[in-house]
């Protein structure tokens, strides 16, 4: 997959989607930022739980969306394999084929 058009197609129609539904694209964005918002747990580690949850959920998008917040934080190769693991543990083979496309993702994401 190459992970950056992938991505730019998704915003692409997501921003078509939200011209019609702007209500719902708004408080969206409202709910995402309320949630990653550093509390007890930090933005990083909440990005860390999303991906896991989209890898759970299968969701190719998400994946791309958490990996890049993950990269824009900070985190690291190790620090993602760890969290893959644990995703692939609790999910099972689906996991670790998602898992899979997480890594390539953060790979073509990080390559400068």
């Not at 989607?17 to 580690?45: C, D, H, N, R, Y």
């Not at 824009?72 to 692939?88: D, I, V, W």
């Not at 083979?93 to 898992?99: D, H, L, Q, R």
Request: hydrophobic residues 40%.
């Amino acid at each position: 997959m190459d992970w950056k058009n992938f991505m730019s197609e998704t915003e692409q129609n997501l921003g078509r989607l939200s011209k019609e539904v702007p209500q719902i694209a708004k408080s969206f964005g409202a709910m995402g930022q309320a949630a990653k918002t550093s509390g007890a747990l930090s933005e990083k580690t909440k990005e860390f739980i999303a991906l896991g949850i989209a890898i759970a959920t299968r969701c190719d998008s998400c994946i791309g969306f958490h990996i890049r917040s993950l990269i824009r934080l900070g985190a690291t190769r190790e620090e993602l394999c760890e969290a893959l693991a644990m995703a692939t543990y609790m999910g099972g083979g689906p996991s670790y084929a998602f898992s899979a496309k997480a890594l390539q993702a953060f790979d073509e994401f990080s390559a400068k």
